[in-house]
Every structure is written in structure tokens, then in C-alpha cells.
């Protein structure tokens, strides 16, 4: 048996296909959007290594791959990993986005009701912070 279990050319083949199918039209598009969504550096060689079968990527960037190229879903991996994560991995990119802006507005809401509170205002109503742990019970 080699030293690799699985075909990195075939996965680096898919890889590509999944990229440009999710609208990425090149490899350096896809690593800077990498980059920049789950903070997972990685160049634009790295991905024409992996895309070429010349490289077998690492399981964080593995990872990151597939939370940009599936963002609506909650990351098609086992328990054991899962549980490795960081909160806001646990759910879809879309969501985690979504939580992190309820959680800005919060805390500027947060910052007016205490500016309101210093002037004696309340409006009566009591408020809730969504967590990401909140979302990922759902």
C-alpha cells in the first residue's frame, strides 16, 4: 500500500470542480476568500498544489475548504472532530455570520440602553443575547 489512503489526485480533482462550481474562478480567489472568512491562511499555490494532486492538504485547511464551498450546512464531519471545534464552526458559515451580527447590533443596542439608562429612559422591554451556542442547538 502507498503511503497516501486516499487518491489526492482525485480529491484535489474534486476540489477544483466544487470551487468553480461555488463561483470561485481561481485558485486565488478561493485562497483569499479562505483567508479571509475562516482565517485559515493559505496561498494561492497551496491551492493549485492540492487542485493538482500535488499536495495533500492539511485537515484545518480541509476543513475551511469545505465551509466555504458548503456554507449553508453544518460541516459533514464526525462527532469526535466536531467536538474540537470552535462554536461558531459548529454551524453554517451563513449562520455564524448571521450570529455575529445580531451580536454587533447587540452590543451597540446594549450601548444605547446604558446611554438611555444614565438619562433615566427604559422602554420596558427586556432583551436576550443570541449566542452561537443558543444556534447551534437548533
Given amino acids: 500500500m502507498g503511503k497516501n489512503i486516499i487518491d489526492i489526485q482525485t480529491l484535489g480533482y474534486r476540489i477544483r470542480q466544487a470551487r468553480t462550481e461555488a463561483g470561485y474562478a481561481t485558485a486565488e480567489d478561493f485562497a483569499n476568500a479562505i483567508t479571509e472568512q475562516t482565517g485559515v491562511p493559505v496561498s494561492k499555490q497551496t491551492i493549485y498544489n492540492i487542485?493538482?494532486?500535488?499536495?495533500?492538504?492539511?485537515?484545518?485547511?480541509?476543513?475551511?475548504?469545505l465551509r466555504?464551498?458548503?456554507?449553508?450546512?453544518?460541516?459533514?464531519?464526525?462527532?469526535?472532530?466536531?467536538?474540537?471545534?470552535?462554536?461558531?464552526?459548529?454551524?453554517?458559515?451563513?449562520?455564524?455570520?448571521?450570529?455575529?451580527?445580531?451580536?454587533?447590533?447587540?452590543?451597540?443596542?446594549?450601548?444605547d440602553e446604558a446611554a438611555n439608562d444614565a438619562h433615566g429612559e427604559d422602554d420596558g422591554t427586556m432583551h436576550r443575547k443570541l449566542t452561537i451556542d443558543d444556534a447551534a442547538k437548533t
Fill in 51 to 65: 487542485e493538482s494532486g500535488k499536495q495533500e492538504p492539511r485537515l484545518t485547511l480541509y476543513l475551511a475548504m
Fill in 68 to 111: 466555504l464551498l458548503h456554507p449553508d450546512e453544518q460541516l459533514p464531519i464526525d462527532e469526535m472532530l466536531r467536538s474540537t471545534l470552535p462554536p461558531r464552526w459548529r454551524i453554517p458559515l451563513n449562520a455564524a455570520q448571521a450570529i455575529e451580527a445580531l451580536q454587533d447590533a447587540d452590543a451597540s443596542e446594549t450601548a
